[in-house]
C-alpha cells in the first residue's frame, strides 16, 4: 500500500505540473487551431479571396452547338454568352473591361478553343475553364452525332456500376475502393498523431527525468521511492497527459463536426467510418496507445542516461530518426499500401503503428497479419519494460559523459 501511494502520488505531482505547463497547454492550442484551420479552411481561403471579383470571360461560339448550358456563371467565373464582335471585346480585354475571350470553333469536326488575355489567367480559374472546355468538347462531339437530347444526356451522364468477387472461398472477400479509400484516411490521421504525439511526449518524459537528475533533486526523491516505482510513475503520469490531449482534441473535434457547417463535418467523417469496420477502429485505437507507451518506455530510459537536461536532445535523437523514417514511410503508402517497405516495416515495433493499421484498411490482408504485428508490439512493449526497469535502477543515479553507447558503457562498467 505505501508502494502505491507513493506511485499515485508521484504520478499526480507529475500530471498536475504538466497539465499547467505552457508548453502542454500551447502544444494542446496548437492541434485545436491546426483542426480549426482545417474545418473553417473554406471561410478563411475566402476570407483572404473573397474581396476578388469574378473573372469576366466572354464566349464566342462558332459553331452550330448550344453550348451555353455549360458554361454556367458562379462566384468565380461570370461567363458572356453569345458575343459575336471579336474586336470590340478584344479592346475591352485591353481596358481591363474583360478578363478573358473564349473563341470556340469546329475544326475538323472537333471542338477547338482559343483563350486570349491581356493578364494571365489565375492558376485556379485557367484549370476550372480548361476543365469546362474538355467537357465542352465531349458534349459537342456527342451533338454531331443526331441524338436527340435524352440519349445524349444518356451519354453524357453514364456511369459504371462496379462490384468486385472473390473466387478464393477461403478468403473473406476484397474490400471495396470506397473501403480503402476511407481506411486511407483514417490510417493517415492515425499516423499523424502517432506522430506528434511521441514528438511531444518523449521528449517530455525524457526532459522530466533529465531535469530532476540533472538538479540533484533525484538523489534526494529515491531515498523514500524506490527507482522501480519513479520509473513506473513518470511513464503513467506522462501516458495520462497524452491520454488527456487525446480526449481533449477528440471533444473540439466531435463539438466542430456536430455544430459549424450544419454537420457537415459529422456526415463527412460519418460517410468514412460507415466503410470501416469495427475491428478496424479497435487495431487503429490499440496500435496508437501500444505505440505511444512504447516509446514513453524508451524516453524514460533516455532521460536515466542524461547527466542534464542540455544532453536529451542528444539520446533522443535516434529515436525521433526512426519516427520519421516511420512517419515517410507511411506517406509513401498513401500512394501505394501494398509495397514491399510497407509490409516490412509494419512488422516494426517502432513503425507498426504507423504502418499497420494501413494495411488493415486500404489493403486486402488476413486477420492473422495485424495479430503477428500487434503480438511482436506487445512482446517488444513488454521485454523494453523489463530491460528499461532493470537498466533505470542502475542508470538513473550514474553521471557519465559522452554519447548513448558511451553512456551505456559506462553505467555497466560501474554497476557491474
Same mark, same amino acid.
Given at each position: 500500500m505505501a508502494i502505491?501511494?507513493?506511485?499515485n ?5 507529475l ?14 492550442c ?12 473554406s471561410?478563411?481561403?475566402e ?8 473573372q469576366?470571360?466572354?464566349i464566342?461560339?462558332?459553331t ?6 455549360i458554361?454556367v ?11 459575336k464582335?471579336?474586336s470590340a471585346?478584344?479592346k ?6 474583360l478578363?478573358a ?5 469546329d475544326?475538323?469536326g472537333?471542338l ?12 485556379n480559374?485557367?484549370s476550372?475553364?480548361?476543365s ?12 454531331q452525332?443526331?441524338l436527340s437530347p ?19 472461398e477461403e ?13 486511407l484516411v483514417?490510417s493517415?490521421?492515425v ?8 514528438s511531444?511526449?518523449l ?29 513506473k ?5 506522462v *501516458? +495520462? $497527459?497524452?491520454l488527456t490531449?487525446?480526449g =481533449? #482534441?477528440?471533444?473540439? /473535434?466531435?463539438?466542430?463536426s456536430?455544430f !459549424? ?23 487503429a485505437i490499440?496500435? *496508437? +496507445? $501500444?505505440?505511444?507507451i512504447?516509446?514513453? =518506455? #524508451?524516453?524514460?530510459l /533516455? ?5 542534464k !537536461? ?9 529515436a ?27 512488422y ?17 490482408i ?11 508490439l506487445i ?6 519494460y523489463l530491460f ?13 559523459s ?10 555497466l562498467?560501474?554497476?557491474t
Amino acid at each position: 500500500m505505501a508502494i502505491l501511494s507513493k506511485f499515485n502520488l508521484l504520478m499526480k505531482q507529475l500530471y498536475k505540473s504538466k497539465i499547467k505547463s505552457k508548453s502542454f497547454i500551447l502544444m494542446t492550442c496548437l492541434y485545436v487551431v491546426v483542426m480549426s484551420v482545417a474545418v473553417f479552411w473554406s471561410d478563411i481561403k475566402e476570407l483572404f479571396t473573397g474581396d476578388d471579383e469574378a473573372q469576366q470571360i466572354a464566349i464566342v461560339n462558332e459553331t452550330s452547338a448550344d453550348l451555353s448550358g455549360i458554361f454556367v456563371s458562379n462566384g468565380d467565373m461570370t461567363f458572356i454568352q453569345d458575343e459575336k464582335d471579336v474586336s470590340a471585346l478584344e479592346k475591352r480585354v485591353k481596358d481591363g473591361k474583360l478578363d478573358a475571350i473564349v473563341t470556340i470553333n469546329d475544326q475538323g469536326g472537333q471542338l477547338h478553343a482559343e483563350i486570349a488575355t491581356f493578364t494571365p489567367l489565375k492558376l485556379n480559374d485557367q484549370s476550372a475553364l480548361s476543365s469546362l472546355l474538355q467537357y465542352a468538347g465531349q458534349h459537342f462531339a456527342v451533338q454531331q452525332l443526331s441524338l436527340s437530347p435524352e440519349q445524349a444526356a444518356q451519354i453524357m451522364g453514364a456511369q459504371t456500376s462496379i462490384t468486385t468477387k472473390n473466387l478464393n472461398e477461403e478468403s473473406a472477400g476484397g474490400k471495396s475502393e470506397e473501403e480503402k479509400q476511407s481506411g486511407l484516411v483514417v490510417s493517415y490521421a492515425v499516423g499523424i498523431l502517432i506522430y506528434f504525439f511521441i514528438s511531444t511526449f518523449l521528449s517530455m518524459i525524457t526532459t522530466e527525468i533529465a531535469s530532476e537528475k540533472g538538479s540533484r533533486a533525484m538523489e534526494m526523491l529515491l531515498v523514500s521511492v524506490k527507482p522501480a516505482t519513479h520509473f513506473k510513475a513518470k511513464i503513467a503520469g506522462v *501516458l +495520462l $497527459l497524452a491520454l488527456t490531449q487525446m480526449g =481533449i #482534441i477528440a471533444v473540439v /473535434f466531435l463539438i466542430y463536426s456536430k455544430f !459549424v457547417k450544419d454537420g457537415m463535418v459529422w456526415d463527412a467523417a460519418a460517410s468514412i467510418i460507415k466503410e470501416l469496420s469495427v475491428g478496424y477502429v479497435i487495431y487503429a485505437i490499440v496500435f *496508437l +496507445l $501500444l505505440t505511444v507507451i512504447l516509446y514513453l =518506455i #524508451i524516453g524514460a530510459l /533516455f532521460g536515466s542516461l542524461v547527466s542534464k !537536461v542540455e544532453e536529451a536532445g542528444q539520446v533522443l535523437m535516434p529515436a525521433m530518426i526512426i519516427t520519421m523514417i516511420g512517419f515517410y514511410v507511411m506517406l509513401t503508402g498513401m500512394g501505394n499500401p501494398d509495397t514491399l517497405i510497407i509490409k516490412i516495416f509494419s512488422y516494426i515495433p517502432l513503425t507498426s503503428g504507423m504502418i499497420m493499421p494501413m494495411r488493415i484498411g486500404a489493403t486486402d490482408i488476413g486477420s492473422i497479419v495485424p495479430l503477428l504485428s500487434l503480438g511482436i508490439l506487445i512482446v517488444t512493449i513488454i521485454v523494453v519494460y523489463l530491460f528499461s526497469l532493470s537498466f533505470y535502477k542502475r542508470s538513473v543515479l550514474t553521471y557519465s559523459s559522452g554519447g548513448v553507447i558511451q553512456k551505456i558503457k559506462t553505467v555497466l562498467k560501474v554497476t557491474t
